[in-house]
């Protein structure tokens, strides 16, 4: 079956999206609240590692990405039921065109960033981004949730679903306000409660941090232009057909 027909089948198009919102939705409630009655009993100290309220929850760029990306699911599943999925329509409604930039300015690269920097920094030293001694007290499975899943559904949401792109200035300020304001965020973190969100960031002297945050906003931004490249890439024709119908 071709990346078409796939698009064709409205069926397996909303069936792919209910499974990405179903356990992106379900890893925010029991983020947010089974797993502090799975671990109430245990006495661990290592359990205290665990983010449990929001404030701790939303200094991580993994949460914002999972948030994201129930959000884009949300919208996408809205879109087909009450937009549409047509190529290129003449018209497309609200949901469709706040589906498409979504995808495009935040949930494709902040996904690819969150995951691919995470596995590896786990890779070169898993004590940077996630301690050992947190296996005990942290689902393996909301881990890969976090850190996985949203890679898997986002590249295959790709394949399945065409979309059209913004302006591709339009789309980069987006996505660098949203890595700015995140990055300002855990200064203000840091500020407040004297410990960096990451690890990795205890290691680092000032001019490494500085690197590493240019390298991470750099790294941001070249995943939009990837993301665009691979849009054009995969949909050629479809890309061509709504350029003449624009002009």
Same mark, same amino acid.
């Given at each position: 079956?071709t990346?078409?027909e796939l698009?064709?089948?409205?069926?397996?198009v909303?069936?792919i #999206?209910?499974c990405a919102? $179903? /356990?992106?939705a379900?890893?925010?409630y029991?983020?947010s609240?089974?797993?502090?009655r799975?671990?109430?009993l245990k006495?661990?100290?290592?359990?205290?590692?665990?983010p449990e309220?929001?404030?701790? +929850?939303? *200094?991580?760029l993994?949460y914002?990405?999972?948030?994201? /990306?129930a959000?884009?699911?949300?919208v996408?599943l809205a879109?087909?039921?009450? &937009?549409t999925?047509?190529?290129?329509? *003449? +018209? =497309?409604?609200?949901?469709?065109?706040?589906?498409d930039?979504?995808?495009?300015?935040?949930?494709?690269?902040?996904?690819i960033?969150?995951?691919?920097?995470?596995?590896?920094?786990?890779?070169i030293?898993?004590?940077?981004v996630?301690p050992k001694?947190l296996?005990? %007290?942290?689902?393996?499975?909301?881990?890969? !949730?976090? #850190?996985?899943?949203?890679?898997?559904?986002?590249?295959?949401e790709?394949f399945?679903s065409y979309?059209s792109? =913004? *302006?591709?200035s339009? &789309?980069?300020a $987006?996505?660098?306000i949203?890595?700015?304001?995140y990055l300002?965020w855990? #200064?203000?973190?840091?500020?407040?409660? &004297? !410990?960096w %969100?990451?690890?990795?960031?205890e290691?680092?002297?000032?001019?490494?941090?500085?690197?590493f945050?240019?390298?991470?906003? $750099?790294?941001?931004l070249s995943l939009?232009?990837? &993301?665009?490249?691979?849009?054009?890439?995969?949909?050629?024709?479809?890309?061509?057909l709504? *350029?003449?119908k624009s002009n």
């Open positions: 079956m990346k078409v698009y064709k089948s409205r069926v397996f909303t069936i #999206h209910l919102l $179903g /356990q992106f379900y890893g925010l029991y983020s609240f089974d797993i502090q799975s671990y109430k006495t661990s100290v290592n359990r205290r590692l665990v309220s929001l404030p701790q +929850k939303i *200094k991580f993994s914002w990405s999972l948030i994201i /990306q959000l884009y699911y949300t996408s879109n087909d039921f009450v &937009g999925n047509e190529l290129t329509p *003449k +018209k =497309p409604p609200a949901v469709r065109r706040f589906k930039w979504l995808m495009a300015t935040l949930a494709f690269p902040v996904a960033n969150v995951g691919v920097t995470f596995w590896t920094l786990y890779a030293d898993r004590e940077l996630f001694v296996d005990p %007290v942290f689902p393996s499975w909301l881990n890969h !949730v976090l #850190h996985t899943n949203i890679m898997v559904f986002i590249v295959l790709l399945i979309r792109y =913004p *302006k591709r339009h &789309g980069l $987006g996505l660098t949203f890595m700015v304001s300002i855990i #200064h203000v973190v840091k500020h407040y409660s &004297g !410990v %969100v990451y690890q990795v960031l290691v680092l002297q000032l001019p490494q941090r500085i690197l945050f240019v390298a991470v906003v $750099g790294f941001t939009y232009l990837l &993301g665009e490249f691979l849009n054009n890439t995969v949909w050629a024709k479809e890309v061509k709504a *350029k003449r």
